[in-house]
């Protein structure tokens, strides 16, 4: 009977951890839709009468766990001066992990993310699951120098990396959250349907941002002011209906607005000695953007583009499916796969929470995910947030 047994549908996984006291955690609360959510810090036994006010934040998407549940990584303090912190490593092909908490025992344990029939997973016999690390030491600076997270990830998948290259950029996207009035859309359209709306014949709404002449203003003020690249958001079909969040085709990736001139933009960047970075909202319908995949990563190579910003904003296409779970860790490792292809490096926003794959994958070279610069505009965020995130978000790899 075990010989024929190949298959395995995961209901859940049972790794605990459990603690000696009640300590000081650095946490986020557990949801299988967003990292975006400031850090709260308390003790083990303050969290549920903090976990009302950490979860009720306006985002595009949530999915909070209903029982008291963080997520990883987490930092810890204990009483006697201890750092501990809990995290995963190598995910492929499997959910990320939440953990549980019981606030009385002050024990922890391991809460997978589901699909959109409630499994959490799907795998046979010779797959891998992630591991589970845990990082101690009496200083915490020491919790920062961990390669361990890292190193648990296998080699680079691939031989030639000269390509790929750290840059620092400006982008034309702060613009839109300033209230300055610019816009990702070209028009005001809210009908238009890719591959029939002839977007040339629209009526623009004079506040689209990502425009040939303005572009350039970027490229040159990046090329004074020692800049590497520009990204551009904005510059292709389909932002004016974008937060619909009902359509599956939204974008072209292949077409831009009338007003952007792709080819003349491409060789002004070249002459500037600065790249243009490309920019792929998806609006998480990752099924229509894994078709348009080949061709965007295509387009992108013919017109010099080098590096792109992928985006998730939003409930996940297919419905029911989760940012975290394993269909769209499959999705993340599979784009930056394919872009490897095409010597093309890969910055996703709002995609699940790194575990060291950018050694496997070293043109994966930074996971949004987490509460950034754009909340600035909003909500805002807390001085200590960006003090955490080294010992929190950024145990798992570059953001």
């Known amino acids: 009977v075990q010989d024929n047994l190949r298959h395995f549908v995961i209901q859940e996984e049972t790794t605990e951890f459990n603690l000696t006291g009640d ?85 922890m344990s391991s809460h997978l993310v589901p699909d959109a029939v409630g499994n959490k997973g799907y795998i046979q016999t010779g797959s891998f699951t992630p591991w589970r690390t845990i990082v101690v030491s009496d200083d915490a600076r020491k919790i920062l120098t961990s390669k361990m997270i890292l190193n648990l990830n296998e080699p680079c998948d691939f031989e030639d990396t000269s390509w790929i290259k750290p840059v620092k950029y400006i982008g034309v996207w702060w613009e839109y959250f300033t209230g300055g009035g610019s816009t990702w ?35 040159d003020f990046a090329a004074t002011n020692g800049f590497d690249a520009v990204l551009v958001e904005g510059w292709n079909e389909g932002w004016e209906d974008n937060t619909a969040f009902k359509k599956e085709r939204i974008y072209s990736f292949t077409k831009a607005y009338p007003d952007f001139d792709v080819k003349d933009l491409s060789d002004y960047a070249v002459k500037k000695n600065v790249k ?59 784009v930056a796969k394919e872009a490897a292809k095409h010597k093309i490096m890969v910055d996703s926003h709002e995609a699940v929470r790194p575990t060291g794959l950018h050694r496997t994958y070293p043109n994966w070279f930074a996971q949004e995910s987490a509460r950034g610069t754009e909340f600035e505009s909003m909500e805002g965020i807390h001085p200590d947030h960006t003090t955490i995130l080294p010992f929190t978000r950024l145990m798992g790899g570059p953001m």
């Open 185 to 219: 859309a070209y028009s005001d359209n809210q009908d238009v349907v890719i591959g029939k709306t002839d977007f040339s014949q629209l009526k623009p709404n004079k506040t689209h941002g990502a425009n040939t002449k303005h572009v350039k203003e970027y490229i």
């Open 276 to 334: 243009i970075i490309m920019h792929h909202e998806t609006t998480s319908s990752t099924s229509e953007y894994e078709r348009q995949l080949n061709d965007a990563l295509n387009f992108m190579v013919d017109n010099k583009y080098n590096a792109v910003k992928t985006g998730y904003v939003g409930p996940i296409i297919p419905r029911g499916e989760h940012h975290d779970g394993q269909q769209m860790v499959n999705h993340y490792t599979y």
């Open 23 to 107: 300590h000081k955690l650095f946490w986020i609360p557990g949801d299988y839709d967003t990292n975006e959510y400031s850090y709260t810090t308390s003790k083990i036994s303050e969290m549920q009468s903090l976990v009302y006010n950490a979860t009720h934040v306006p985002l595009a998407a949530q999915a909070t766990i209903k029982n008291l549940a963080t997520q990883t990584p987490l930092m810890m303090k204990t009483n006697e001066g201890l750092y501990i912190n809990i995290h995963e490593a190598a995910l492929k092909n499997y959910p990320a992990m939440c953990l549980n908490v019981d606030d009385k025992t002050y024990s």
